[in-house]
Nanobody
């Protein structure tokens, strides 16, 4: 069983930065793939970035490529999302997800565990 809790969201001006954290319980988390998704009001949840269990493989959506970076520290059971050059269209609730399949996918169905989400609001 794995539980994940997101933190680090908030209100930021366009062009600013935030770092989201996803803290996981359970010693097996280091064997899980992980990802960040987001859901804007009135829209479907979308993949933002994913990372493999070792951190050796990662990918991000075209809409955030070059601005957002996903990373993980398995010693701390934590996955991060560094978000730079934020835009108003990045405003959403951001969710952390974990997959027992060690790698990541861009579909919500790939993931077994989800956090409650953290709100990110970017003002223009």
């Amino acid at each position: 069983q794995v539980q994940v809790v997101e933190s680090g969201g908030g209100l930021v001006q366009a062009g600013g930065s935030l770092r989201l954290s996803c803290a996981a319980s359970g010693r097996t988390f280091r064997n899980y793939g992980a990802a960040w998704f987001r859901q804007a009001q009135g829209k479907e949840r979308e993949f933002v970035a994913g990372i493999s269990w070792s951190g050796g493989s990662s990918s991000s959506a075209d809409s955030v490529k070059g601005r957002f970076t996903i990373s993980r520290d398995n010693a701390k059971n934590t996955v991060y999302l560094q978000m730079n050059s934020l835009k108003p269209e990045d405003t959403a609730v951001y969710y952390c997800a974990a997959s027992s399949r060690k790698y990541f996918g861009d579909s919500s169905d790939y993931y077994d565990y989800w956090g409650q989400g953290t709100q990110v609001t970017v003002s223009s």
